[in-house]
């Protein structure tokens, strides 16, 4: 893809030369003319000569000059055919100039939408941060009773919320929603259920898709087949997540954050990792830590490519053995390794007590131990 600056030059080039084709015509054409008017004057002194000599001798001098004339004629025909082409070549490179010009402002506008994007996530982080320097600083004013007291029980909270493994396949419901159908969520479960066939514990892992996933499938899946993890695909902002309607047209319901928590919440058997893979998911998963020790979001927006490799690669390192901590990090870097300037999005949030370190979903039997 060839530069302004390159094109720049080439425009310069074929413009001196244009310009040097001109000054030729122009010294053909003036020679042409001087010989155009010998020959005429030669012509005409023939003709009122009554010498034979004379007149042969003035004919022979406007055969020259005509000769002369035509070989004029001709450079100035050959020059204008050179003076054509560089303009033609003129024209080629003054629109792929502006083409050019358009590309690169394209470019610098994209750019500068990413670079505001990346301030605005900043600015959310900042402020998140802010948020928790300032929850700490109400902590430390707490008495060192209450504060004991108070990490007591939710120590207890978070060990109860974790159940103790058993030897059971590992279930992961996946929820997928597109009522627009602008997301390449098809895709995403097509290529996590490919990773789990070839990762270590692929028997110990059943994942049931739920495709556009409605309220009541919601419902249904918790009381039938009792995940141990609920995933959800699709479009969200900092408070809501936005389901399927059931409708035949497939329309969308929008669905809170906090009425989402008390669904998950609701069975006997509750979830152990809720992980919401739509944009700006990670803002409100406070309220999600009241049904499941472990949650995972978006801090911001994320494209169709990142969200399928953030996902492909957190559930084959989760179906490998890897703690959910780690198969969070390996998700990062295989975003970071795909060239993704947003590998630091996905966010973890979990309850206190609770070491998502040490949270490991999948059961190794033949080792008699969890993992």
Not at 192 to 209: L, N, Q, Y
Not at 213 to 228: E, V
Not at 278 to 291: G, Q, T
Request: proline fraction near 3%; include cysteine.
């Amino acid at each position: 893809m060839t530069s302004q600056d390159e094109l720049r030059r080439k425009l310069a080039d074929v413009a001196s030369k244009r310009a040097a084709v001109e000054t030729n015509i122009g010294r053909s054409e003036k020679k042409k003319s001087v010989k155009d008017a010998e020959v005429a004057s030669k012509s005409a002194r023939a003709a009122s000569t009554k010498s034979e000599p004379t007149r042969r001798s003035y004919e022979r001098q406007a055969a020259t000059s005509r000769k002369a004339a035509l070989e004029e004629q001709k450079k100035i025909a050959t020059f204008s055919k050179k003076r054509s082409d560089l303009a033609k070549q003129e024209a080629g490179l003054t629109k792929e100039l502006q083409a050019a010009m358009k590309r690169d402002a394209v470019t610098a506008a994209r750019t500068v939408d990413r670079e505001r994007q990346h301030r605005e996530a900043q600015r959310r982080e900042d402020e998140r941060r802010r948020q928790q320097d300032l929850l700490r600083q109400e902590r430390a004013h707490v008495s060192v009773v209450t504060r004991i007291e108070s990490t007591e029980e939710s120590v207890r909270r978070a060990i109860s919320s974790i159940r103790d493994p058993v030897a059971e396949p590992l279930r992961i419901l996946y929820g997928t929603a597109t009522p627009h159908g602008d997301l390449r969520v098809s895709q995403e479960i097509r290529r996590v259920k490919g990773a789990v066939k070839t990762s270590v514990h692929r028997d110990r892992i059943t994942i049931e898709h739920a495709a556009d996933i409605t309220g009541a499938d919601l419902l249904d899946a918790l009381t039938s087949f009792r995940p141990h993890v609920i995933h959800f695909s699709g479009h969200a902002d900092a408070d809501n997540l936005i389901f399927d309607d059931g409708s035949i047209g497939g329309g969308e319901r929008v669905v809170p954050i906090e009425l989402f928590m008390r669904a998950v919440s609701s069975t006997d058997d509750k979830p152990m990792l809720v992980v919401l893979n739509a944009c700006e998911s990670s803002v409100n998963l406070a309220p999600l830590l009241a049904a499941v020790p472990v949650a995972i979001g978006m801090r911001a927006e994320v494209g169709d490519v990142d969200a399928v490799v953030f996902a492909t690669r957190f559930y084959k390192a989760v179906a490998d053995g890897q703690s959910i901590e780690g198969a969070l990090a390996i998700a990062r870097a295989d975003l970071q390794w795909n060239g993704s300037e947003d590998h630091d999005l996905p966010t973890l949030v979990c309850a206190d007590g609770v070491d998502p370190a040490l949270v490991r979903l999948v059961l190794d039997v033949s080792a008699g131990e969890a993992k």
